[in-house]
């Protein structure tokens, strides 16, 4: 456990700075006229001069989440010279917002005409409707430069729970390089507020913050003090730190989890009583964990919930696997869910479905817990690797890959799904593929789900650490860099009929409509790669598959030549694919060779290498003209083109690697001396486009920490040159695939 003293950085400018503090001042006295006055006041502060328009706009509710909608369409008018002046006389105002309205559900709204000309009524179900509904009339301003040129429009969620998974550096469960060196930027309330605020304007409404064992950072258990390692002074800032985050996250409509490993404790508590940092299931560990969850609760009114894993640390390594299924849940029924019992208020439980888990043994425990909300149940959905088929192959429940139906059949009364899409695949380059995600709501959005996770346990999205520095760089944040990545699943989870045209205008907004429509179709087209390769080569736990950089470094499914963490041409053939509908190459092979008949649907290779190459032709295409149109890319904009065409080539090397798979596989089983010539030709291309990507990639990406954690599972050690990553990096293995093919010998 790092035990940083320095003071936490922006606690003490944001709470001088926020504009939610005065607003809690003012508050009570929101319905008052000259109250009003003030609060328009103080969200107007910048404004320079008196601006060449006014609106008018009523609100029934003071709740916080109607305040900060107001205040981000107060500075989106601001932006056009518009001046937004609070009245208390509905009939005056030429929007009003009325909340609640019967017929609207929770984070449902609806934008309508007036009765009156020129005037339009936001109704909504809650707040967080409201601010949803004022969030769209900025947005929709700032692309069509009328405050009042709306649409009429009513949505309403399609799911409840849209959640991002987000893994803290404190004691985290992935150690390394990558993890640490975002320790000062996340106790920053200043970065908080950012990410908060991105994360209600795409509507994602749940925030799980993930780490190994993060109590001893947020209290001093009071019958186990030693537990914590924190001055009085170090443990009253970070309590300042994380009721700030709690209390900026609901003002904004979004639940906040803390969810951690078990069986964990920390390294302190350990020493001071003679313990097992993990696997300790003695009685006093027991009731450490017990207290901990209900002073937890206790101390943070505004913490939604807890969460606990059925995974790692509950003797699942090792010799010693003395915990079954029922055991397992009998420890979470004596800690977490007693600890939660005894707390003096309600909270919301996620109990994940990981590992040795059994549907049967959990549901005993939820049903017996008796609690007033339903329980949320996490299961992985294609393991670690969420970004790849929208077909549910395989979860994290068993190591078979088997998939246990009695999570959802019956119909459970006491909890409900959501589904973890892991993104252990695209931590450099921008993503966004709509249909992809709309795909997945379809076929996956059952009775049983209410909503999805979506994250990463390997990367945390706060210091941009992969971009070197200069022009290009005209974001603070990596997630800033990554906007499209939570629009596109935000706003589609929210609801799945959101139309392209909401992402084309985004693109409209930042770099013009020339490029706008372009550049969105572009990023579609690119985005698929990483899909395409996560479902052609399956893989299970995180460093299995690392799709943006071709690596698979610890083996999974398929043949490791314990080379190097790069995925070889050999490697490529001798795996299996994770999407049922897709054929591996021995398979396609086999079936040329004997003339099997393929069934129109299966996607073989040479399919999925013709739709890469169509792909990335387009992107090309779409490039060009974006660069023929006279616009001129700087910052952001040139380096989102960039990343475009890096997805490109990568598409190009990806397609190229499979044609060549497929005829040097083809000349090993009796094939003629021309399926080896090919393959040398199409691995050269493979290598011109390999050296593109790198060309790319090194003008303005360093090499970054990539696999920090310290373990050598793979006893060949092909992992050791994944520490780092870099595309250039991999140059040498490129080339050694066309050796490969030049010494091929017939089987």
Known sequence: ?????????????????????????????????LSSLILAGFLLIGFQSIRSQTITLFANSDAFPVLHGIGKLTQAAAESEIRIIQTDQREKAQLSIVVPSPGLPPEGFEIRRGKTAGKWEILAGDATGAMYALLDIAENHRFQQGLLNINPTRETPRFSFRAIKFNLPWSPYREGEQMDLHSDVCRDLAFWEKYLDMMAQNRLNVLSLWSRHPFPFMIRAKNFPEACPLSDAELAQWQTFWKGLFRMAKQRGIETYIVNWNIVVSPQMAQAYGIKELNDTTELVRRYTRETVTQVINEYEDLTGLGVTLADWMNNFGPDQTMQAADREKWI????????????????????????????EMQKVIDKAGFSDP????????????????????????????????????????????????????FILRWGEPDFVRSHIAENGKEYVTGYFVGSEGYIPAVDYSHLPGSHQTWQYAFEKQWMF??????????PDTPDSV??????????????????????????????????????????????????????KGLS?????????????????????????????????????????????DKLANMLSSDANEILELL????????????????????????????????????????????????AEQNKTQAIVLLTN?????????????????????????????PKDAWVDAKTFSWGKYLPEVRRDLEIARIALRE
């Open 624 to 671: 060009n003209e974006i660069r023929q149109s006279g616009v001129s890319p700087k910052g952001a904009f040139a380096c989102e083109l960039e990343d475009i065409e890096t997805w490109a080539w990568l598409s190009l090397y990806f397609a190229d690697k499979l044609r060549a798979a497929i005829s040097l596989h083809a000349y090993r089983k009796g094939g």
């Open 375 to 426: 329980v949320h149940v996490e299961i992985k959905f294609n393991w670690s690797h969420g970004h790849s088929t929208p077909v549910l192959a395989m979860t994290h429940d068993f190591h078979s890959g088997a998939i246990d139906d009695r999570f959802w059949n019956p119909l459970p009364q006491n909890y409900r799904i959501q589904w973890m899409i892991r993104n252990e695949d695209m």
């Open 1 to 33: 456990m790092t035990n940083k003293k320095e003071p936490i950085s922006g606690v003490k400018d944001y709470q001088k700075e926020s504009y939610i503090k005065p607003v809690l001042i003012r508050y009570r006295m929101f319905r008052n006229y």
């Open 486 to 495: 939570y629009k596109v699943w935000g706003r589609l989870l929210y609801n």
């Open 686 to 714: 493979c290598l011109s486009y390999w050296e593109k990507v790198s060309a790319i990639t090194q003008s303005h990406y360093r090499e970054v920490p990539y696999l920090g954690e310290k373990t050598s599972w793979n």
């Open 561 to 605: 030549d314990g080379h190097s963490a790069f995925i070889s041409i050999d490697e490529l053939i001798n795996h299996q694919v994770l999407d049922p509908h897709y054929l591996n190459i021995p398979e396609y092979v086999d079936a040329i060779i004997h003339n099997y008949k393929i069934a129109e649907e299966i996607t073989t290779p």
């Open 333 to 360: 029924e004596e800690t977490f869910v007693k600890g939660l019992q005894a707390a003096n208020r309600p909270a919301r439980f996620i109990h994940r479905s990981v590992l040795a888990g059994s549907p049967v």
């Open 503 to 556: 992402f084309e205008e985004t693109f409209s907004i930042r770099y013009g409509k020339i490029a706008g429509g372009k550049m969105f179709k572009a990023f579609q087209l690119g985005s698929k790669m990483p899909l395409k390769l996560a479902s052609f080569h399956a893989a299970t736990w995180d460093y299995t598959l690392y799709s943006e950089g071709f690596l698979a470094p610890f083996a999974a």
